[in-house]
């Protein structure tokens, strides 16, 4: 049984944003007898990897979290959530599993709407000890700034997950359907809440740059007039 643990990661030593706190107080909230322990440079082993003490040394904090959070499933047990994540109810029920996480679109399955899993789940391990063989920084210099949603989907894939964003169970793994846990488009920004929805991922995005962030905004405003957001992805799958 997954114990009554939310754990998130705040490297930096910024304050919380105005979101942050808010998806906070909701924890508190809907997840009263739930102990809460934020990660950070004073309690994680930052330096303990190439990969993560790299990525540190670029301030690029959010790739730090795509592996700690492996790490401290493994070891302690509980539910990883990303600082901008709001609970809407109860997880009490997801205590049950082994471990257990969501489908943020049909085609991605993503540890940051939530990961929750027992000590020692066998897939945190895996997915924590794969990090022990990469760099953050490239030998030709460049940054390795693929995401934990990339390596989490492609590892679960191979392990069998066919990308439909159904409810599935992959060696006591379980992946939820996409309105449990992302209601809410990366895409489009667009909200859609069901009877199954637990919690909703507000997409801070800490991990992108400010080329991806300016591309993501024009995108949502484009998102938001009909006609030319058909227009947008017609000329986009063209090309």
């Known amino acids: 049984m997954i114990p009554k643990t939310i754990h998130y990661c705040w490297f930096g030593g910024k304050p919380l944003p105005p979101l942050a706190i808010k998806c906070l107080e909701s924890w508190n909230k809907y997840l009263p007898d739930y102990e809460i322990i934020e990660w950070n440079e004073s309690n994680f082993p930052v330096n303990s990897i190439p990969y993560t003490k790299e990525a540190a040394a670029k301030g690029k ?37 082994h471990s257990f996480s969501g489908f943020e679109s049909k085609d991605r399955v ?32 460049l940054l390795n700034e693929k995401t934990v949603v990339s390596y989490m989907t492609e590892e679960l894939v191979s392990e069998g997950l066919i990308l439909n964003g159904e409810l599935q169970n992959i060696h006591d793994f379980i992946v939820y359907p996409i309105d449990f846990f992302s209601p809410k488009s990366l895409e489009t920004g667009k909200l859609k809440i069901t009877s199954n929805t637990y919690s ?31 227009m947008y992805n017609k000329i986009y799958r063209k090309y």
């Open 61 to 97: 904090w959010a790739f730090v979290s795509d592996y700690a959070r492996f790490y401290i499933l493994y070891h302690n047990g509980g539910i990883y959530l990303d600082t901008d994540v709001q609970i809407l109810k109860s997880l009490n029920p997801f205590l049950k599993h």
């Open 110 to 141: 993503a540890p940051g709407l939530i990961l929750g899993a027992e000590k020692g789940c066998s897939l945190m391990k895996k997915l924590m000890n794969s990090y022990h063989e990469r760099h953050f920084i490239n030998q030709n210099g």
């Open 200 to 230: 909703i991922h507000h997409y801070a995005g800490s991990w992108m740059s400010n080329t991806s962030r300016l591309k993501r905004y024009v995108y949502l405003l484009i998102a938001k007039v009909p006609f030319v957001y058909k």
